[in-house]
């Protein structure tokens, strides 16, 4: 379904978004937004006793959404943030950005700040396999732990050369990304088995949060009286939502439409037997964080 905001249509997304829907839009996301995910990060950049971070992050919708939203949250917990550094999608040479983040760290040792509770918050896609190859030049990010996001956990680019790679390791560099609960596996296991088996495709929590979505949409037009009357269907589709426990959990809805509970996973990418991979290394449930 494409997003709408027309008055007569609605669009139902298992996708994160940047949070840029807003109440009575008529879209409706059934995964977590970045406020969702900045609450995450921060829990565990709190975990992990960072209280101060310097943000690096592309400028596009859902990564300045990020940003923000991070910068929100680290900061009402009593963190400093940074200025950080925003850079362009076409962006191919990081060494004005890099250089201004390892300026910014400089800046908050020489302030008294103890280097070990400093981060650098990236929120990017593939493009940080150049941030990170470059990186390398720079004592200052080499010795600062380094934080992520959705975009690029699970990426399969940082697996595929070893000099982007190692720094991933070496930085720590977790990422969290919607994710399907332990506690639910029950529920979700046989589903994903069941598309696996048809499509060849391991189900995530995006793909089963639309299976969740087919279910609320099904019972909304049951409800909904008359069925072609929009407001009613809206009214029956918003309340099934926020009864619904389907195979990833609750599917209750915030005032703008999107999934209120928020269940993310931790990926950092780690050295198994010999190889380079992705491990999750955390989780964060509702509010509740649980560190590998």
């Avoid at 709408?4 to 978004?17: D, E, F, W």
């Avoid at 720079?138 to 070893?162: F, K």
Wanted: aromatic share 10%; glycine share 8%.
């Amino acid at each position: 379904m494409q997003p709408t905001s027309k008055p007569n249509k609605a669009s139902r997304s298992q996708q994160k978004l940047a949070c840029s829907c807003r109440p009575n839009d008529n879209i409706f996301r059934f995964c977590p937004n970045d406020t969702r995910e900045a609450e995450a990060i921060v829990a565990l950049m709190q975990h992990d006793g960072i209280r101060a971070i310097v943000p690096l992050w592309r400028n596009d919708a859902g990564n300045n959404g990020l940003h923000d939203s991070v910068q929100i949250r680290f900061q009402a917990l009593g963190g400093t943030v940074t200025p950080g550094f925003r850079y362009e999608p076409t962006t191919s040479d990081f060494s004005a950005a890099e250089s201004s983040v390892s300026s910014q760290i400089a800046n908050l040792i020489a302030g008294g700040t103890n280097p070990s509770s400093i981060a650098v918050y990236l929120a990017a896609f593939d493009e940080v396999v150049g941030v990170f190859d470059l990186a390398w030049n720079y004592p200052a990010l080499v010795n600062t732990v380094w934080y992520g996001s959705d975009g690029v956990a699970l990426s399969a680019v940082l697996l595929d050369d070893p000099v982007e790679g190692t720094f991933a390791i070496h930085s720590r560099y977790p990422n969290p990304i919607f994710g399907l609960p332990d506690a639910l596996q029950n529920r979700w296991q046989p589903v994903a088995n069941a598309i696996e088996a048809r499509t060849g495709i391991t189900a995530d929590a995006f793909a089963l949060s639309a299976y969740d979505a087919l279910f609320v949409v099904q019972n909304a037009l049951v409800h909904a009286n008359p069925q072609k009357n929009f407001g009613n269907f809206k009214a029956a589709f918003v309340n099934e939502a926020d009864h619904f426990n389907g195979v990833t959990g609750s599917t209750a809805l915030d005032a703008a439409g999107d999934r209120e509970n928020g269940d993310f996973d931790f990926w950092a990418v780690r050295l198994q037997d010999a190889r380079v991979t992705w491990v999750r290394i955390g989780t964060y449930n509702n509010g509740v964080l649980t560190v590998f």
